[in-house]
């Protein structure tokens, strides 16, 4: 019996030995997969620093064309007042015109030496005239070419919305068998926002894309294939509720969720629907750009979204701007 019991006592260690080997594995493999998330998390951070950069870059660039147009109307307006001088200084070079044909008849009338005097007084009025006409051509020279500008500038501008309305145009028919509560397409300060559920894109917490979000997306990269001029911003947004994470990986905060979100969508435009790279910006906002107020339901539900936010290339009114072609 005593010879049984070491025997029983054997197995018992190595059954012990066996299952901490086997724990130490599955330790080393959570290890691995942690430092993977954290080096994706880095590299999301990383992407998101230089998304929130661009956009700064861009909000003063919408900055720095809002000013440059109000500089452009008030320059017209300026220019209309020396049109008016213009038209004044005609009026007085007619009217200096007169005074020496009035003066010219009077020569063949009058002494020598009042001769001398009239035709000295004659040669500081053409003087007189010289300059002005020199001043008029001026003027008239910046006139023409200001307002040639203006023009060009009023014309891109109209491409500009018109492309705009024909984007949102297809955007619309592209995604019009989904339903409202899926997703919508709207126009903001001269862009287009495809606003996306997360119902429609992921389950609750994850940021995976569902079948249905991915055929969405197919259909809005089948039109931006076509639009190359187009720039891409893909935000990723949250509502207010904290978020509770039962694990260790890379989403910890509402901040992740909105940054691996918006990687996930970009990733899926890029490799799966070929969109070029470099036209598409994955960006986190978290919790902080609600379009409904996070006091209800509703409002939380239509905050948790993936805007895709499309913009025409201003590279035109940009080369005015700056005085180029």
């Not at 950069?53 to 064309?65: E, G, M, P, S, V």
């Not at 010219?104 to 030496?113: E, F, K, P, V, Y």
């Not at 009025?125 to 008029?136: Q, Y």
């Not at 509402?254 to 970009?266: I, K």
Request: proline residues 2%; hydrophobic residues 35%.
């Amino acid at each position: 019996m005593k010879k049984n019991l070491n025997l029983m006592m054997m197995a018992v260690a190595v059954l012990s030995l066996s299952s901490c080997l086997v724990s130490k594995k599955k330790f080393d493999e959570q290890v691995a997969l942690a430092d993977k998330y954290k080096a994706e998390k880095q590299d999301c951070n990383d992407k998101l620093n230089a998304a929130n950069a661009t956009i700064d870059d861009l909000n003063k660039q919408i900055a720095n064309l809002s000013a440059e147009i109000q500089k452009w109307k008030d320059m017209n307006a300026s220019l209309e007042d020396k049109n008016k001088r213009l038209s004044a200084l005609k009026n007085e070079s007619d009217a200096i015109c007169q005074k020496v044909k009035e003066q010219l008849d009077q020569i063949t009338n009058s002494s020598a030496a009042e001769k001398d005097k009239l035709m000295r007084q004659l040669a500081e009025k053409e003087k007189e005239l010289i300059a002005k006409a020199a001043e008029l051509d001026k003027l008239g020279r910046e006139l023409n070419d200001r307002d040639a500008k203006l023009r060009e500038m009023e014309s891109l501008i109209a491409r500009k919305d018109s492309a705009v309305q024909a984007l949102k145009n297809k955007m619309l028919e592209a995604l019009k068998g989904f339903n409202a509560g899926d997703l919508t397409v709207y126009e903001k300060d001269g862009k287009i926002y495809v606003a996306l559920s997360d119902k429609l894109l992921f389950t609750s917490g994850s940021y995976a894309v569902e079948p249905r979000g991915k055929d969405a997306l197919k259909k809005i990269a089948e039109v931006l294939n076509k639009q190359p001029d187009i720039s891409i911003m893909v935000e990723g947004h949250t509502d207010n509720k904290p978020y509770i994470s039962s694990t260790s990986g890379p989403v910890n905060s509402n901040w992740d969720l909105s940054v691996m979100r918006a990687s996930s969508v970009t990733k899926l435009l890029v490799d799966e629907n070929k969109l070029d790279a470099k036209r598409v910006t994955p960006a986190g906002r978290g919790q902080y750009f609600p379009v409904e107020s996070n006091d209800n339901p509703e409002g939380r539900s239509k905050n948790r979204r993936i805007d895709i936010v499309l913009e025409p290339d201003m590279k035109g009114i940009m080369n005015i701007l700056n005085g180029t072609n």
